[in-house]
């Protein structure tokens, strides 16, 4: 019922909804990465250490579910090969029956609207100057700005059972439902308005109440658990707030989960991915991948 009003209000609005093929999404393996942070080579090695490519850079999971949680873009200098990467991957997932999720995060939104306060000189002079960096960016004619416009959502649900989005969910944000979340992004993108609530400090790309539990163990263990609610899920992924540690953060008995580890050389150049395993009793298995092993979290 939750999931019709929502489909209702996106109709209603005349809203743009970016559609994932459920039959394709549904799959035994998801394995999720936070913030690269325009770090092509930490995103490559990542990416083969959690046996979602090849040394070429090429799919090799099969009918796996890839997810990024965004923020490709701002602090290092590799985000034209960041951005094509993401791009060949969800042809080669797709061809091969899987998936790539992508996720905006604050800095495509940045990016987006012209807000460059941390692209770095470098990055920039690989687009071959200001001028066309912002030509890439522009979301009718640009190469980035179209893929991103085009390709990513808000927020998700993998598999009816796990919540991913960039930054914190908040439970006013989850009871007008993923769909209208996303629909009201992109309309947000589609007019320019890239001060809308969905896009500023309580919105799903900009929150760290959760990740800081800024209310207290406590209570954020309850808001954890009425938005599992809300939504029907078991647990909640998201990035945007870097971990000093280089770890994965599980909160409420791993009904949370930050995988900010801070992949970037910017933040130290930690290496991880989430791993989520369907078995056959219904249940998951979720771990950590690191380049020492991986670590079971639940």
Not at 122 to 146: C, H, L, P, V, Y
Not at 201 to 229: F, H, M
Request: contains cysteine; proline residues 1%.
């Amino acid at each position: 019922m939750t999931r019709f009003f929502s489909l209702l209000a996106v109709a209603v609005l005349g809203l743009q909804l970016i559609q994932v093929d459920r039959a394709s999404a549904a799959s035994n393996r998801i394995v999720a990465v936070g913030d690269i942070h325009s770090d092509y080579k930490n995103a490559l090695a990542v990416l083969q250490m959690a046996k979602i490519i090849d040394s070429k850079g090429n799919w090799i999971a099969g009918q796996d579910t890839f997810v990024q949680t965004g923020d490709n873009v701002d602090r290092g200098a590799g985000t034209i090969d960041v951005y094509k990467l993401l791009q060949n991957l969800r042809g080669q997932a797709s061809a091969a029956g899987g998936a790539v999720i992508n996720l905006l995060g604050n800095h495509e939104v940045m990016n987006l609207g012209g807000d460059l306060r941390y692209v770095t000189k470098e990055d920039t002079a690989s687009f071959g100057g200001a001028t066309a960096r912002k030509a890439a960016w522009d979301m009718q004619t640009g190469w980035i700005g179209k893929f991103v416009y085009n390709s990513f959502n808000i927020t998700h649900i993998q598999n009816g059972h796990t919540l991913f989005s960039h930054a914190d969910m908040s439970v006013d944000w989850a009871k007008k439902g993923i769909d209208q979340m996303n629909a009201l992004a992109h309309k947000a993108l589609k007019d320019k308005k890239f001060k809308e609530p969905i896009f500023t400090t309580y919105g799903p790309v900009w929150n760290r109440d959760l990740a800081k539990e800024e209310a207290g163990e406590s209570e954020t263990c309850e808001v954890i658990e009425n938005i599992k609610q809300i939504l029907g899920v078991k647990r909640m992924i998201s990035g945007h707030t870097a971990q000093s540690s280089g770890k994965v953060l599980t909160l409420c008995g791993n009904s949370y989960i930050g995988i900010d580890v801070g992949i970037t050389a910017y933040y130290g150049a930690n290496r991880a991915a989430l791993e989520i395993i369907e078995n056959n009793d219904g249940t998951q298995t979720v771990s950590a991948i690191y380049p020492s092993g991986k670590v079971i979290l639940s």
